[in-house]
């Protein structure tokens, strides 16, 4: 059964909750969603819950109230592991790689839950990553951040996922490499993918989102396309610097 057209693709609704069964909440009525072909990217000041919305739509947080959907199935109740089973992509912040093993062992561990023959979704990869295909021999260790970073969004594209997911995929790397990592990140939604990302670099996250959400101590401050938050002078004022 596939979602309405008026239903996101991906929706994470009116989210509350925090860690464990009594943590405190640090979600309050949280709502995010993104569809097919679009990038929709999660900013706001630290501590405000950015992370925190992503794990919840990917089942790593209690949620009190709210739910989760993905093409119109009511996932809410599954674990992270059973989500990816159904099509989600995460790429964690930190710990997305496997240094000593080569970028090619780390794509090939990418398609572990496939039955079917993956080399031409490996061959998309390389298409995407160019600098992937050259260094495939090598220990991902020895690669720099961003192409790190690039290992680690093509092991998630392995398992063909329905959705990608990616928490804060320019942390720590130069201007440089964050916009070769977008130009990428936008070459993944136009195969037709909806991305959904956590980004610290908000104007620049802004500049290429098709939706976005501002959050503000776990709750939605302002949403809008990327376009309209840029121009609107609350936004500007309290997270873009003026």
């Known amino acids: 059964m596939s979602g309405s057209n008026n239903a996101p693709f991906l929706i994470g609704e009116h989210m509350t909750g925090g860690y464990g069964k009594s943590g405190p909440d640090i979600l309050h009525d949280c709502t995010i969603a993104v569809d097919p ?10 501590g405000a ?14 949620l009190r109230k709210g739910m989760v959907r993905l093409d119109g199935e009511d996932i809410t109740r599954l ?25 090619e062992e780390n794509l090939e561990m990418g398609a572990f839950i496939r039955r079917d ?8 990869v390389y298409d995407l990553f160019p600098i992937l295909k050259d260094k495939r021999r090598q220990p991902a260790g020895e690669l720099s951040g961003g192409q790190r970073q690039q290992v680690a969004v093509g092991r998630a594209l392995m398992t063909q996922p329905k959705v990608l997911m990616l928490d804060e995929p320019t942390a720590g790397v130069s ?5 070769e990592l977008f130009d990428r990140i936008i070459e993944v ?7 959904l990302m956590v980004e610290q670099n908000a104007r620049q996250a802004l500049e290429i989102a098709d939706k976005a959400y501002v959050l503000v101590q776990g709750a939605n401050a302002h949403t809008g396309t990327g376009k309209d938050l840029l121009a609107d002078e609350n936004v500007r004022k309290s997270f873009l610097g003026g």
């Not at 201007?175 to 916009?179: A, F, K, L, S, Y």
């Open 37 to 46: 072909g679009e990038i929709a990217v999660i900013v706001g000041p630290n």
């Open 189 to 195: 939604a136009r195969t037709g993918l909806p991305v």
């Open 49 to 62: 819950g950015k992370s925190t919305a992503m794990k919840a739509v990917f089942g790593m947080l209690d």
């Open 79 to 103: 674990s992270p592991q059973e989500r990816v089973a159904k099509g989600m992509g995460f790429v964690p912040q930190t710990s997305n790689i496997f240094t000593s093993m080569t970028v």
């Open 117 to 124: 023959d993956f080399s031409d979704t490996m061959a998309q």
């Open 175 to 179: 201007p440089i490499v964050m916009d």
